[in-house]
């Protein structure tokens, strides 16, 4: 089976633009969850979807947002971009099963300037 | 709200000697799931091990164990027989049983292993 995948892999912004991330679950993963990954602030989740539906948002402004596709795909969109947005943003699916296991992408690499 | 704390932020070992790497949780839930995840120079994630609250059988996979005390919140990871490619930054996280599948991470650990 293919992994995780993120498109872009990497990004340059300049403040005030808005971006749209992608991912692409594993086929039969129902799950998605975002994470940023920032020196300062470590792994921090993001939201996670399932069946379309956010179930859960992590405590960050709402420039940030996200979506999933019938087909499972996500996507996250942040807008208003500042410089502290720069950041990895890992996204992970799992098969939401009692295994509860998530497998991430290999991320994509956002700079904001 | 639950937090993982790893107290080693950097470890260094020798190849083919084992390590230990620290860490410990704090939840006031009973069933939970406690992973280990490998970050390399790459960056992709990687799940080293998982665990089970409700099981007290420690897991085992490879080369990778781990201590699991519920008791003490303690969930150590160890590494047999070191290689080279076991240099990364290593991840304690934490996810409650239930509906949404939210990860919480420590800090990490870097771990470097030296020929």
């Known amino acids: 089976k293919a992994g995780v995948t993120q498109t872009p892999r990497y990004l340059i912004k300049t403040r005030g633009q808005q971006v749209t991330l992608s991912c692409s679950p594993i086929s039969g993963h129902r799950s998605v969850s975002w994470y940023q990954q920032t020196p300062g602030q470590g792994l921090q989740f993001l939201f996670e979807y399932f069946s379309e539906t956010q179930r859960n948002k992590g405590n960050f402004p709402g420039r940030f947002s996200g979506r999933q596709f019938s087909n499972s795909r996500s996507e996250m969109n942040v807008s208003t971009l500042e410089l502290g947005d720069s950041a990895l943003y890992l996204c992970?699916?799992?098969?939401?099963?009692?295994?509860?296991?998530?497998?991430f992408g290999p991320g994509t690499r956002l700079l904001v300037l | 709200a639950q937090t993982v704390t790893q107290s080693q932020p950097e470890m260094s070992v020798q190849e083919a000697e084992t390590v230990t790497l620290s860490c410990t949780y704090d939840t006031s839930e009973s069933n939970y799931y406690l992973f280990w995840y490998k970050q390399p120079p790459s960056r992709q994630m990687i799940l080293v091990i998982r665990?089970?609250?409700?099981?007290?059988q420690n897991a085992t996979e490879n080369r990778f164990s781990v201590n699991f005390q519920k008791a003490a919140k303690s969930f150590s990871l160890k590494i047999s027989d070191s290689q080279l490619g076991d240099t990364a930054m290593y991840f304690c996280a934490f996810m409650l049983a239930g509906g949404s599948e939210k990860l919480v991470f420590g800090k990490g650990t870097k771990l470097t292993v030296n020929p």
């Open positions: 992970a699916s799992s098969l939401v099963s009692r295994a509860k296991t998530q497998y």
């Open positions: 665990q089970e609250a409700y099981k007290q």
